[in-house]
């Protein structure tokens, strides 16, 4: 299940990569800073394309992809931390075994 949700993440990502970048500039760039009322930057945009109904889609499943996969490490099922802590613990313990203390004449 999980490589799946990776699969799926990683698709989505290149989908919703791609698909903004295909997509057509409204205005220039400089016109975003001058004082022209009548250009507003959230006006009615009319009817949607199908890049933008494909950016759309993409970026939902995006969003669900990355929530999905997220939800074992908010819950505390999965910790990073947890597995480093083991191995540390383990390692400690094989250094001991190696130091026995040396006797008086040694």
Known sequence: MVYFLYTV???????????VL???GKTDAGALFTSNISSTAFG???SAT???KITIF?????????????IPAITGEVSV???S???QQSS????DVKEEPKENGQ
Do not use: H, M
């Not at 993440?9 to 698909?19: A, G, P, R, Y």
């Not at 400690?92 to 250094?95: D, H, M």
């Open 9 to 19: 993440f990683f698709i989505s990502c290149v989908i919703l990569v791609i698909s």
């Open 22 to 24: 295909l997509q057509p």
């Open 44 to 46: 009615p945009r009319g």
């Open 50 to 52: 199908i890049l933008a």
């Open 58 to 70: 993409a970026a939902v499943v995006f969003f669900l992809s990355a929530l999905l996969l997220s």
């Open 81 to 83: 931390l947890q597995k």
């Open 85 to 87: 802590g083991s191995e």
């Open 92 to 95: 400690e313990k094989t250094q």
